[in-house]
């Protein structure tokens, strides 16, 4: 990643930081809707893994500048998602799904330039998670 899709991606997070748990909501709410087959994987409650995902995301991104610092936690990370059950094809409705919710959390400030970035962050650390 360049350092400007680097520093795009870390201020448009902290644009949907004040509504990180409407963001999750919206997350989850795609994810199952456009990958029902995931749903399963999931406990009922998802208020515990909501939590997990807004501080995952967070420290993904406050750390893009530093990729070798958090790469060890992402492949473990990856290789737990392996022991859930989580699949090669499960990794693009993720990406869709994280792609249309920050869209919708950020509105017009969602731009083309905005969307790159994210989206070369995203294939970067889920590249990493698929290697573990």
Do not use: C
Not at 38 to 50: A, E, I, N, Y
Not at 75 to 83: I, M, N, T
């Amino acid at each position: 990643m360049t350092p400007e899709q680097i520093n795009l991606v870390q201020s448009s997070f902290k644009a949907v930081a004040p509504i990180a748990s409407k963001a999750a909501d919206l997350f989850y709410d795609r994810l199952f809707e456009i990958a029902p087959e995931v749903r399963p994987m999931f406990p009922t409650d998802l208020s515990g893994q909501k939590v997990k995902l807004i501080s995952m995301l967070g420290t993904a991104v406050n750390n893009l500048h530093q990729l070798d610092v958090i790469l060890p936690a992402i492949r473990d990370l990856g290789s737990r998602h392996r022991g859930y059950g989580v699949t090669a094809g499960h990794y693009a409705p993720v990406g869709a799904a994280l792609l249309w919710t920050l869209e919708q959390g950020l509105g017009s400030a969602f731009t083309t330039d905005i969307k790159s970035a994210w989206t070369e962050a995203y294939s970067t650390l889920a590249g990493v998670m698929q290697s573990a």
